[in-house]
């Protein structure tokens, strides 16, 4: 029978679409978060079985959708959160495509991979002192930051590995820091969880979320960082041939 060829996504899709399973990324493609109001919707296995928690004051409004992602919401807590357990186990590459909307300098947590607390390539807003990105691994022993602040309303495209030799974050494409050492508890299975870095609804926007397992080449990580949709087909550009 014919075979259909995609053309990868160059923006984000404005239909419903599938992943591009044909983009040497998706191989090891574990796990996708992505706002269904921005055109894209849960079509794979691997992207139904995320959770929500929320504090127990405000059970029925955990987050708000717009027109340009999902927004985290929290009243009381900064611990709410959209998570997946037991996603990955070892080496991990972890991408966010996001929008920050107000200047953070706490260090609070806008993204997790982790488990009881050991984590592995997780993303903070804030070096303590500065509105930076910064990344780390085995309870914040081994970091990442980067040099820079970030510019409040951009979207950012933030990869994080995390291996034997410590953790890198990439921001665009692009390494900007490197932590090394030997992370605590490689092997363990890991959650995903996308949360909110403050007790302010709208500080962020996540646009895209997505998993892999071990580390994606430097090559890779740069393609997606000026691309991140090309991880996604575009459904108006395929081509049937015959085979």
Known sequence: PPKKWSIPATR?????TSIDWNNPAAANLVSVFTPASAGLVPLDPISKSFFTSSHPNDPAFFKTVTPAGIVLRSNTSANYRLYRPGVVAGAVTNM??????TSITTGALLFDVQNGGWDLGSIYLGDGTNPR????ASAGAITATDSTNYTVGK????VTVGDSNGVKLYVDG???????????NLSLSREVAYRS???????VEYLLGATFKGTLPD??????GKNPWQLFENP??????PV
């Open 236 to 241: 108006f550009r395929q081509v049937w041939t």
């Open 155 to 158: 979207v950012y495209v933030l």
């Open 12 to 16: 984000q899709p404005a239909t419903p």
């Open 174 to 184: 692009l390494l900007v820091a490197t932590g090394l050492g030997t992370p605590s």
């Open 133 to 136: 990105f910064k990344a780390r």
């Open 197 to 203: 870095p403050s007790t302010t609804a709208g500080v």
């Open 219 to 224: 090559v890779m990580i740069e393609s997606l």
């Open 96 to 101: 966010i495509v996001c929008r920050i909307n």
